[in-house]
């Protein structure tokens, strides 16, 4: 399974980085602009900073929404960097984009994908990633994670080269009940990735270990 990073705050990229567990970074307007990012020039210089921290898969995503508007920035968007991955919306035009880009070459994340017919379209036309996004399914009390175990079958069944990249995901059990299930990818929050590391008997077991070894130490000191 793929480990992507779902931020654009460049300290949790380089975090999760230095941990050795990453494969990539997602990113989407929101996020650029809730780390204050604005404008053509410090948008791509941000996309290349995230590239230069990681090794592949940083998906950066279009702001058109017509079919030229997106090749054109598709275009600009995989200049910056081989590692960027062209996020493209899951609208009839960017059908058309992702068939355009495949046959160029150009790696596409295929972002708010809510169906398994969305996810079908995304793969026929040659994506190399579909973003189903399962905590805004949960939200709405939907199942996002029986949607992602619905398009991982689809694919296997026709064995689509288009990975499964889990989006939208809240909590650590998103993540594990995804591993069950063979998504390719999970893409997470920081504290998500970092929330695994945790379990109370870890903690009890290692603060053990070392008033052990502290109180061996001793009793030989004064032996
Ligand atoms: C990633 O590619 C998505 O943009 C992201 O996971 C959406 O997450 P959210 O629903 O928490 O905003």
Do not use: W
């Not at 230069?52 to 030229?68: F, G, K, L, M």
């Not at 600009?76 to 160029?104: F, N």
């Not at 709405?140 to 288009?162: A, C, H, P, R």
């Not at 989006?167 to 069950?180: G, K, M, V």
Request: a negative charge; charged letters at 20%; proline letters at 2%.
């Amino acid at each position: 399974m793929k480990f992507f990073i779902d931020t654009a705050n460049l300290n949790e990229i380089k975090e999760a980085q230095d941990l050795g567990i990453l494969d990539g970074v997602t990113t989407n307007p929101s996020l650029m602009a809730k780390e204050g990012i604005t404008g053509e020039d410090n948008i791509m210089a941000h996309y290349k900073a995230i590239c230069n921290i990681v090794d592949n898969n940083v998906s950066a995503e279009v702001i058109a929404t017509d079919y030229e508007g997106m090749i054109s920035e598709a275009k600009t968007l995989s200049q910056i960097d081989r590692k960027i991955v062209v996020k493209i919306p899951m609208i009839k035009d960017g059908i058309k984009a992702i068939r355009y880009l495949a046959d160029e070459d150009i790696r596409t994340n295929c972002t708010l994908v809510f169906s398994a017919g969305q996810a079908i379209l995304a793969a026929k036309a040659g994506a190399s990633y579909v973003s189903p996004f399962i905590g805004r399914i949960d939200d709405v009390s939907g199942d996002g994670v029986q949607l992602i175990e619905q398009i991982v079958l689809i694919f296997k069944n026709y064995e689509f080269k288009t990975e499964v990249l889990a989006a939208s995901i809240r909590h650590n059990l998103h993540l594990i009940q995804c591993a069950e299930i063979g998504a390719h990818v999970a893409t997470c929050p920081y504290k998500v990735i970092i929330g695994l590391l945790n379990h109370p008997l870890t903690d009890k077991g290692l603060a053990q270990f070392l008033a052990d070894h502290k109180k061996a130490q001793q009793t030989a000191e004064l032996a």
